[in-house]
């Protein structure tokens, strides 16, 4: 069986010389993955020059055609973002207009490029909004054409209001988190298995259909 890749978009603000609450979490979902032989990158978005529209290479010094290389080279791919205002961050909004802007590409088949990939997110915050966010991301990888799998929603939240982010409070032993994880950790790489064994059938799916 072919290895699987995973990519995971880190839309953390801070740069990778600064911890990230974010990565904390993430890293819950890629443990498994290593116990499953499951390659993947982490990819802290905020370390690279991303200009905002909707495509795939927008030049001047654009360094997203790198990231969307690896996008397209992945099975699984999840976007992990922390919670600002009750909303996914910036940089979250950024990287799925930028996947939005690749969408018209196919594969061999016609269909669109991020068919038979599939989709997650992992989300950290010290405030409600975790599922606001997770609906919104799932809902728009669906919509380019990812497989989004039951229970792929990973996040922490903590008291509202100002107080310690994930790492600080220690959120790596909360039993409830511990266990989306898992389950979104299993569910990415057993629907990413079936895909990459049977993939989804052209017919009636393809851009000239």
């Not at 801070?14 to 499953?36: H, M, Y």
């Not at 497989?147 to 409070?169: C, H, K, Q, R």
């Amino acid at each position: 069986m072919d290895e699987l890749k995973a990519i995971i978009l880190n839309a953390s603000l801070k740069k990778s010389d600064e911890p990230s609450n974010t990565a904390a979490l993430i890293e819950k979902v890629t443990d498994i993955f290593q116990e499953e032989k499951v390659g993947y990158e982490m990819v802290r978005l905020a370390d690279y020059n991303l200009r905002y529209g909707i495509s795939d290479d927008l030049g001047d010094g654009d360094e997203w055609p790198a990231i969307f290389q690896k996008i397209k080279e992945a099975d699984i791919v999840i976007v992990g973002t922390p919670i600002w205002l009750g909303e996914k961050s910036s940089l979250a909004a950024l990287a799925i207009e930028r996947i939005y802007g690749g969408a018209g590409q196919t594969n061999d088949k016609g269909q669109s490029i991020y068919y038979n990939k599939v989709g997650g997110v992992v989300i950290t915050g010290n405030e409600d909004g975790a599922k606001t966010a997770a609906r919104s991301i799932l809902y728009a990888l669906s919509h380019v054409g990812f497989v989004i799998p039951p229970n792929v929603d990973t996040y922490w939240l903590g008291e509202a209001g100002p107080g310690p982010s994930y790492m600080e409070a220690e959120g790596g032993v909360n039993e409830f988190t511990d266990k989306h994880a898992t389950m979104e950790a299993y569910n990415l790489i057993h629907l990413a298995r079936i895909l990459k064994n049977n993939p989804i059938p052209a017919k009636g799916n393809t851009a000239d259909s």
